[in-house]
């Protein structure tokens, strides 16, 4: 083999490999994480607010002009258990599958394979104003809220455990 032909064979295993590693490479500061690692992530995306901790909402949360972004946590130092969403202040922006600007903001905030996957997500259930969808790699809850659209993305294996308390709280009295 000459020179030229390992050259070649050597880069496109390299660029191979680097596909490879960043396929299958995790978005930061998904649920399931520790919140550290999302803190952190949330600091280098322009989009997102500087996140604060609050103890009354069990979590971390901050707004950034007419985007709102928290993260719920098991402890102040624990694991993400949902990340949310709401954009507010605009009648034509809502988060469903087939909206190019939600679709959009979920690739600027996380990326592509995120925004893959909830468009791609299949409409599982309605409970109140809560539409469930099950994706590929996650579950995601959207709604029309007061003044906006939110977007809850939760770990795919709870999916089934939130629309359960949906129907629970829809029933009884529960505190948001």
């Known amino acids: 083999m000459n020179k030229s032909c390992k050259f070649n064979y050597l880069f496109n295993a390299t660029l191979s490999a680097i596909a490879v590693i960043l396929a299958v490479t995790p978005a930061n500061a998904l649920p399931v994480q520790n919140i550290s690692t999302v803190v952190k992530w949330a600091k280098t995306r322009p989009l997102l607010p500087t996140l604060r901790y609050n103890s009354e909402a069990h979590g971390y949360e901050g707004t950034k002009g007419n985007l ?95 629309i359960d308390n949906a129907k629970h709280c829809q029933i009884n009295q529960c505190d948001i």
């Open 68 to 162: 709102y972004f928290y993260a719920d946590v098991t402890s102040e130092n624990g694991t993400v258990t949902k990340e949310g969403i709401t954009v507010s202040g605009s009648d034509r922006f809502k988060f469903t599958i087939k909206n190019v600007n939600a679709v959009k903001l979920l690739q600027n905030i996380y990326n592509s394979n995120i925004a893959n996957d909830f468009q791609k997500s299949r409409y599982v259930s309605k409970v109140g104003r809560d539409q469930f969808y099950r994706g590929q790699k996650f579950a995601y809850i959207t709604a029309e809220v007061q003044g906006g659209s939110s977007l809850q993305m939760i770990p795919l294996n709870k999916l089934q455990e939130f």
